[in-house]
């Protein structure tokens, strides 16, 4: 019989191969950007900020769908501008940012981009709102099965339990 000699190093290689092979740890792996169209939103926010098309026309299109928080911001200031019935003006997103204590040397690249793009159908600006929202839901099923995942490695819930609370967070 030969006797192999094993180095600490190699030893402590099985034991690692080991233990994941057998799935007793969850190694961080690089994550999946959250799902988003942000050239979507980047249409969706200039037609805004240009006025043609007003928050009401998108249909369920509301600012926390936006995946960037610039875009929330855009779509929140339009719609408060509108809200408070004036006529949307460059000068008016200004002071907004300002009153929310945004740098305006910071917003303004933002802003002029967004009123350089080019513009798009109202139909094409729904399908935009549609698809926006649609991946908002997306990224609000990745937080509940991220939590649920945390919780059932945890030991805090059952499985069914688990399950129980996925549902609810999903309707």
Not at 5 to 27: C, H, K, N, P, Y
Not at 122 to 144: F, G, N, P
């Amino acid at each position: 019989m030969t006797t192999r000699i094993v180095s600490d190093r190699d030893l402590l290689q099985a034991v690692r191969e080991e233990i994941r092979f057998a799935g007793l740890t969850s190694e961080p792996v690089a994550a999946l950007p959250p799902p988003s169209d942000i050239p979507a939103e980047r249409e969706v926010c200039s037609a805004l900020l240009c006025g043609q098309v007003r928050p009401v026309e998108l249909g369920d299109l509301e600012a926390h769908h936006f995946a960037l928080p610039m875009h929330t911001w855009v779509h929140r200031t339009v719609a408060n501008i509108h809200a408070a019935g004036l006529t949307l003006r460059p000068e008016l997103v200004i002071v907004a940012a300002l009153d929310e204590g945004i740098a305006a040397d910071g917003l303004g690249p933002e802003l002029d981009a967004l009123y350089v793009q080019a513009w798009r159908t109202l139909e094409t600006l729904r399908q935009h709102a549609s698809t926006i929202v649609e991946l908002w839901r997306r990224r609000e099923l990745c937080k509940l099965l991220h939590t649920a995942d945390q919780h059932l490695r945890l030991g805090t819930v059952s499985y069914e339990q688990a399950l129980r609370r996925l549902a609810e967070g999903i309707r």
